[in-house]
């Protein structure tokens, strides 16, 4: 029997809370954990119902794909290194799973792809995250948001209050969103942080008068994008046609709202 091949079975490794919590509602359950380096592994977590399970993945290091009965957990330094990335080298979500991809394919043996985290990834689990790591920057629920920074102001702008202020503005004409998407079944993570409320924005657009500002008017409504009747024939799939944003000269951003009607 020298020749002979043995499969060895790793045993599942279990995880369970570091503070010593002892409870008699405890259970363990088995979740698939992509580690820091994007490898997928089957632990068994121990919880209990003194608290929500993504409640003791968080205590863990791990952060859940689903708020309840999570069957998928990320590693936080894993999400940590991607969101440093998305800072500063502007990393996409497909590229960032591609590089990991590419990196455990060349593990011999190792046949677990990346596809699942990065179908996960590109839902709202990164989104959730790092506006996670917003609050917790922010001491949100702690303080009173008057009494510190949210990271809406420029610091250079503030710290000169009776200096001129130079602004720039333009629109993005590729950041649309079409009617099939539907609508969210939450608020906005930063509501309206920068973003202006739209309601106010459609109603000046609806009241808006052209005949007020004569020549100057006129003179919007020669772009293509400005033409009421084009945007609507060729857009008529978008509920938003872009953004317009305006930032300081410092390039910190100020201010937002959607358009609904092209450049009009």
Known sequence: MGNMFCKMVTPVRLLKRFDGHECQSGYTRHITVVDYKGFENVVSVQFCYCESEPETLLRLNLWTCSPKKPKLAVSIDLLKYFRALCLEKHLS???????????????????????????????????????????????????????????????????????????????????????????????????????????????????????????????????????????????SKLAIKGVFGVCCKHEFPTMFFDLKHGER
């Open 93 to 235: 979500t497909e590229g960032f799973c591609h590089a990991l991809e590419n990196r455990i394919l060349r593990v011999p043996g190792y046949t677990a792809g990346v596809k699942s985290l990065s179908r996960v990834l590109l839902q709202e689990v990164v989104e959730a995250y790092r506006h996670h790591v917003y609050k917790l920057q922010h001491l949100h629920g702690l303080v009173s948001s008057d009494d510190i920074d949210t990271g809406t102001l420029c610091p250079a702008c503030e710290g000169n209050p009776e200096g001129m202020r130079t602004y720039c503005l333009d629109a993005n004409f590729g950041l649309v969103r079409r009617i099939l998407s539907g609508s969210k079944s939450c608020d906005p993570h930063h509501k309206q942080s920068f973003f202006l409320n739209q309601n106010e924005v459609d109603s000046f657009v609806d009241t808006y008068d052209e005949n007020k500002y004569g020549s100057a008017s006129k003179n919007c409504n020669d772009f293509q994008a400005g033409s009421i009747i084009r945007s609507k024939s060729k857009s």
